[in-house]
């Protein structure tokens, strides 16, 4: 079976049970989803960038970055709080496992960094899904304006890319399909405006889509640097077709951000 066949297949089996999640009246049940996913992505991130740092330092740091999302998650106005006893936290697991001195400052740079990496990022999608009006509306098209982005970049740039957007990290990605991703990102919104989410104004489909296009391919550049800098082609094998969950999540964490400072600050 073809890649891309898998990636359909993953998307079908998958998508329809993040949507009973996100629709279901109870919103913890996608509020541990979204644990879960943590979890997994500081499991796979830990093994790429601290995989010669002792096991106990990786527990540690996957320990710490989903109980700050769980704080965050329950009690949203002390965020300033939990990422302050997150840092101190980990910077503490760091120097009970220091390992070689001359690389501690790295591996304290890359642990703290996964720790608010994959324990903020995550927990904004569950606080808008429970917390924003129309929150599950708000969720899906966070989801599906990201998706369609990647989707629209993916063929734009096969079929017409020419111009390389950034290949010392990722040598496939091309402007012509960064534009093609943004094409699709107002096309998924403006669509979704018209049919299943009138509540959505013209505006909010362009706010939405448009940095959705900037700030996700950013999210995939990040993640894109972090595999190419240990050689690592994937984060893991958890997802076929798709590799890993952070190869799956990178470019939605760094929207469901965005669009969660949009609608629950800026709108």
């Known amino acids: 079976m073809s890649n891309l066949a898998l990636r359909a297949l993953t998307a079908v089996v998958a998508l329809p049970l993040v949507g009973a999640l996100v629709f279901w009246r109870e919103p913890l049940g996608f509020g541990v989803l979204v644990l879960v996913v943590a979890a997994l992505a500081l499991t796979e991130y830990t093994g790429l960038m601290l995989a010669t740092a002792p096991r106990r330092l990786r527990l540690a740091v996957i320990a710490i970055g989903v109980a700050l999302a769980a704080a965050i998650y329950l009690r949203p106005e002390l965020g300033a709080v939990w990422v302050l006893a997150a840092v101190v936290a980990v910077s503490t697991a760091v120097l009970f496992e220091p390992g070689d001195i001359t690389g501690a400052g790295a591996r304290l740079g890359l642990a703290g960094f996964g720790v608010v990496y994959l324990g903020v990022l995550p927990a904004t999608l569950a606080l808008m899904q429970r917390d924003a009006p129309n929150g599950a509306v708000w969720v899906c098209a966070t989801i599906a304006v990201t998706f369609g982005n990647d ?100 470019a939605l964490l760094f929207v469901s951000a965005w669009v969660y400072v949009y609608v629950t600050h800026l709108r």
């Open 151 to 250: 989707t629209g970049a993916y063929f734009a740039g096969r079929f017409l890319g020419r111009h390389k957007l950034y290949p010392a990290i990722s040598p496939a990605k091309t402007v012509e399909g960064a534009v093609g991703g943004l094409v699709a990102g107002v096309v998924i919104m403006l669509a979704g405006h018209a049919t299943v989410a009138p509540m959505l104004t013209l505006a909010d489909c362009l706010w939405v889509a448009v940095p959705a296009a900037v700030v996700g391919p950013i999210g995939d550049l990040v993640e894109s640097m972090i595999k190419r800098s240990v050689g690592a082609k994937d984060s893991g094998k958890l997802l076929p077709g798709h590799g890993g969950m952070l190869d799956r999540v990178y």
